[in-house]
């Protein structure tokens, strides 16, 4: 079966900076957009990031553009965040997913969530 598991998360100081992981197994990775979300205590989840499969296309939410980083690696099933200038705003469970598409994406795998705490 699918399975997604990210790692990474932590409690970090304000400007500080976090890498999260999410390692895919079950589905053939590079065919699969993969999407960075988060979700923060009474807020609904948003997207944060997205990656092609081929990694031409990424997206970020305009909150964090310029600060986070989406990358993949195929060859390791594995997709990255690379987090910077962390915001106490920032501080959310995050959670990758996988979408066979790119426009209009429907996310149907999703991996358990690792929290990221920012402290200011």
């Known amino acids: 079966q699918v399975q997604l598991v990210e790692s990474g998360g932590g409690l970090v100081q304000a400007g500080g900076s976090l890498r999260l992981s999410c390692a895919a197994s079950g589905l053939t990775f590079r065919n699969y957009v993969m999407g960075w979300f988060r979700q923060a205590p009474g807020k609904e989840r948003e997207l944060v990031a997205s990656?092609?499969?081929?990694?031409?296309?990424?997206y970020y939410a305009d909150s964090v553009k310029g600060r986070f980083t989406v990358s993949r690696d195929n060859a390791k099933n594995t997709v990255y965040l690379q987090m910077n200038g962390l915001k106490s705003e920032d501080t959310a469970v995050y959670y990758c997913?996988?979408?066979?598409?790119?426009?209009?994406?429907?996310?149907?795998?999703w991996g358990q969530g690792t929290q990221v705490t920012v402290s200011s």
């Open positions: 990656i092609s499969g081929g990694s031409a296309r990424t």
């Open positions: 997913a996988a979408s066979s598409r790119w426009y209009n994406p429907l996310y149907d795998y």
